[in-house]
Nanobody
Framework: QVQLVESGGGLVQAGGSLRLSCAASGRTGSSQHMGWFRQAPGKAREFVAA????????YYADSVKGRFTISGDKGTDTVYLQMNSLKPVDTAVYYCAAARYIYSDYHEAPEYDYWGQGTQVTVSS
């Protein structure tokens, strides 16, 4: 009942910036948290950032604190991930996710009910 579409990925040089967007449609009012995860080839999907949709509280993985900023626009049902000071290790497919309820831990992918198709971010050295 919630559809998520990511955009904004691409190829950037190390130290550069990129902004990802996630457009949500459907019954988005039921979502409690929106999150960003990423997955590199051969690696597990990992938490990047999350935002509480009603209160606006934000959470970040230690690896991206100070470099990435998650934000949301409730008027357009869009969540953003501003990525600055990008590093080659940030290269991954980035996925947007929505959770109707967080039962335990917003860091965990199984907490999220809906997922986008992913957008590729490649950072060259």
């Amino acid at each position: 009942q919630v559809q998520l579409v990511e955009s904004g990925g691409g190829l950037v040089q190390a130290g550069g910036s990129l902004r990802l967007s996630c457009a949500a449609s459907g019954r988005t009012g039921s979502s409690q948290h929106m999150g960003w995860f990423r997955q590199a080839p051969g690696k597990a999907r990992e938490f990047v950032a999350a935002i509480g949709w009603s209160g606006g509280r934000t959470y970040y993985a230690d690896s991206v604190k100070g470099r990435f900023t998650i934000s949301g626009d409730k008027g357009t049902d869009t969540v953003y991930l501003q990525m600055n000071s990008l590093k080659p290790v940030d290269t991954a497919v980035y996925y947007c996710a929505a959770a109707r309820y967080i039962y335990s831990d917003y860091h965990e992918a199984p907490e999220y009910d809906y997922w986008g198709q992913g957008t590729q971010v490649t950072v060259s050295s």
